[in-house]
């Protein structure tokens, strides 16, 4: 083993993408479990390897030196073997603090709340202190202050999710509720997966600004591949040449992992312009009313005739809780899909939203459950545009060639994420 990563239970982990954008193609996962670590590191079979779960703490007296960073932190996440001498960092501080700058956020004078006790929060308090909080307080379910005591902590202005809630698959809960702070500031989340947690949805409802857990992960993967590839512990600035590196490689893969959502009115052209989308981007694409039928072996209009709107709205929200946990897809939606909130939230988890528009006189109301006549149809789209606007990320008129929407839709996707493409 050169490179690598080694931890229990690995499972997915994005070390080797990262590493590999970073210039390193040779990085092996190595799962270890407990009785095998020791043997490991006596054996120093390696040249440098990152260190996860559960093992932060447990190689620090493998190391015959701790770097400040992994000091501070008191845990390591990245040894670099120099002439078989085992030095211990960690880069996961620098991770941390590049993400919450690039959301401009600031924790000097700020009274900061770290919810979790584990590596992570030991991780979030020591950069707190390092750039002078005002306070830190240290949210846990047993500890001196419990998620009960959120509600009296009002001069919060800044909170840290350091604990695993809202990480895949259990999408749709959120380690506390962010309107209890009237003072609050700025969020962070260390949870990449998804995207768009609960914690950091709410967030932006709140108009406060979120830092990004995927951007932690991508620059502390870059300064770990600086020490392994010979250079020294440093942390590069966001306008640097090394900062500009990590930014898009972050934004590449957030770009990969992103489904498209197509929302609109009922026969807007969402599935025509998503199957053209997803055959240009070499994506899977899947309309929600196509998969409700298949699943339930009937049409849409068999399904309101037997259970009613109600019974298909539930099997929607089903569809669209199993998507949100698939990534890189095209989603085309029913027209009502975006009116649950529900639905909103599972749609963006990993989504970015486009509200694709027809003119009304366009639309068709034939074999349309709900909108059948004119009328009809001219009372939803004015009852449904407010919630499709304040839920989209960008808009497209729908009155060229499927190829031109899919194109045009193509242009606005890459933009959001710095035109960075696969």
């Known amino acids: 083993m050169r490179v690598g990563l080694i931890g229990n239970p690995l499972g997915h982990s994005f070390s080797p993408r990262l590493h590999r954008d970073f210039g390193t193609a040779d990085y092996e996962l190595r799962p270890l479990l407990p009785d095998r670590l020791a043997p490991f590191f006596a054996a120093r079979e390696f040249e440098g390897v990152n260190v996860t779960i559960p093992y932060k703490r ?16 008191g845990a390591v996440n ?5 002439d078989g001498r085992l030095t211990g960092y960690n880069t996961d501080i620098y991770g941390m603090h590049f993400a919450l700058r690039f959301a401009g956020i600031t924790l000097a004078g700020r009274h900061v709340v770290v919810l979790g006790s584990g590596g992570t929060s030991h991780t979030a308090c020591a950069l707190a202190r390092r750039e002078g909080a005002a306070s830190v307080t240290v949210v846990s379910r047993s500890g001196e202050v419990t998620y009960d005591s959120l509600p009296s902590l009002t001069d919060t202005e800044v909170v840290i999710n350091a604990t695993p809630v809202g990480m895949f698959p259990n999408i749709a809960a959120s380690p506390a509720d962010l309107s209890m702070f009237p003072r609050l ?18 967030a932006k409802e709140l108009g406060v600004p979120a830092g990004n857990g995927l951007l932690m992960l991508t620059a502390q993967a870059k300064v770990a591949n600086n ?16 900062g500009k590196e990590i930014v898009r490689v972050m934004r590449t893969i957030a770009a ?9 009115m009922p026969s807007s052209g969402k599935t025509t312009v998503g199957r053209t989308l997803a055959e240009m981007l070499g994506r899977t694409f899947v309309d929600t009313d196509t998969e409700i039928e298949t699943r339930e072996g009937m049409s849409i209009p068999d ?16 569809v669209i809780a199993s998507l949100s946990t698939e990534t890189g897809l095209v989603i085309a939606t029913g027209g009502g899909a975006p009116l649950s909130e529900v639905n909103r ?20 109301t034939e074999g349309r459950p709900l909108s059948r006549d004119r009328e009809t149809l001219a009372r939803m789209e004015k009852e449904r ?8 990320d960008a808009e497209v008129v729908n009155d060229g060639t499927p190829e031109s929407c899919a194109m045009r839709i193509k242009e606005l996707f890459y933009e959001n994420f710095g035109d960075q493409r696969s």
């Open 58 to 73: 447990d190689v620090i007296p493998f190391m015959d030196e701790l770097h400040p960073s992994a000091v501070m932190c």
């Open 78 to 82: 990245t040894v670099v073997n120099r």
């Open 185 to 202: 500031v700025g969020v962070f989340d260390a949870v990449f997966n998804p995207l768009h947690t609960r914690f950091s949805q709410q």
């Open 227 to 242: 020490l392994f590839r010979g250079g020294d512990y440093s942390e590069p600035a966001e306008d640097s040449a090394d």
């Open 256 to 264: 990969e992992l992103t489904d498209i959502v197509l929302i609109g």
């Open 303 to 318: 399904i309101f005739a037997k259970f009613g709107e109600e019974g298909f709205r539930a099997r929607e929200r089903a």
């Open 345 to 364: 939230k599972n749609l963006a988890a990993d989504g970015f939203t486009v509200l694709v528009r027809r003119d009304l006189d366009s639309l068709s």
């Open 385 to 392: 545009m407010p919630v499709y606007t304040a839920f989209a």
